[in-house]
């Protein structure tokens, strides 16, 4: 499996975004999909995922209500739509493939859980 992220950029506070993810490879629409993100000096942290086995999704607190995750399985690729964005938001964002299609949702914000990962979009929120 080969995932490609893109889509990051500069923009100001309050504006939008939207990541892609392109999956490649031996893919299964029904494995759990994530988004994950690094801001400098930082660890890497959850943000979203979208379960592909009953489409449940699932979001870091901090960002519910701003971003939406969403998949298209026809295109193999996930979406991370970010609104409102703020400089705390500045990271770069890595998407994530599991190889388990009913992740529970302690487990679904483990990045231990994701085999596979893209090589990161850098997204910087500034005025």
């Known amino acids: 499996v080969q995932l490609q992220a893109c889509g990051g950029g500069l923009v100001q506070p309050g504006g939008s975004l939207r990541l892609s993810c392109a999956a490649s490879?031996?893919?299964?629409?029904?494995?759990?999909m994530a988004w994950f993100r690094q801001a400098p000096g930082k660890e890497r942290e959850f943000v979203a995922a979208v379960r592909g086995s009953d489409n449940n999704k699932f979001y870091e607190t901090s960002v519910k209500g701003r971003f939406t995750i969403s998949r298209d399985n026809a295109r193999n690729t996930m979406y991370l739509q970010m609104n409102g964005l703020e400089p705390e938001d500045t990271a770069v964002y890595y998407c994530a493939m599991s190889r388990n299609a009913h992740l529970i949702s302690s487990r679904i914000r483990d990045s231990n859980e994701y085999p596979y990962w893209g090589q990161g979009t850098k997204v910087t929120v500034s005025s």
């Open positions: 490879g031996r893919t299964d629409s029904r494995h759990v």
